[in-house]
């Protein structure tokens, strides 16, 4: 991805996010002057991979296949430092993109419609050699348990929300004409480095042309502290 759209979409969620009325904690508007001089009393936020996280997946078609998101806080299975067992997420999905399909061996989430569009969630349980198994999905939903066939669209509406547990295949997209949606993710610990199966193969942090100056650092890009 080029740094430029990168920025672009950071601004773009930073107005979504202001027009739904949510409030981010002071470390997703330090500038990368301002991340220079942070010490190592920030550690959690560089450890735990806080922050702004926008990604092509690799596919170098933004527009198409990719996500913005904001890791607001997140335990760390792997450091005893961060015992939080929770995690929470904002995500931007603009109308016309989509997110990969995939699933978490270790992490289940709730997927919370914020405000904006109407996002659909399609749902396939996992076979046991992770392909897509042809039987029906039970789906937890606000409250209201049911099933429906493999492979059938979840509709959220702003203020719905749907569970998604281990080893459920999902993706993401929004109803044409609905415009873009903000997304909230409450889950388990998140670690996007070692519990994401993707049902194709795709990367997951973008490689970055520097065509501009970065607005904000993306959680992968803090340097250490001074």
Sequence with gaps: MKRSEINRALKRMEQLISQHGFALPPFCGWTPEEWKQKG????????????????????????KVGFSLITIRNGNLKNP????????KLLMLEEGQSAPMHFHWSK?????NRGGGIVLIRVYN?????????????????GRNFTVPA??????????????????????????????????????CNDDEHDNRFYEKVGRFPEIEEDEPAYRLLCNEYPPAP
């Design 151 to 188: 492979g059938t669209q979840i509709e959220l509406r702003p203020g719905e929300s749907i569970t998604i547990q281990q080893y459920l295949y999902h993706d993401f997209t929004v109803k044409k004409g609905s415009g873009a949606v903000l997304l909230g993710e409450v889950s388990m």
């Design 126 to 142: 996992s076979a046991p050699d992770e392909s897509f198994a042809d039987t029906d999905v039970a789906v937890h939903k606000d």
């Design 40 to 63: 190592s009393e920030y550690n959690e936020i560089r450890d735990n991979m806080l922050g702004w996280d926008i990604t092509d997946y690799g596919l170098g078609n933004f527009q």
């Design 81 to 88: 430092a961060y015992p939080k067992p929770y995690a929470e």
């Design 108 to 112: 289940m989430e709730d997927i919370i």
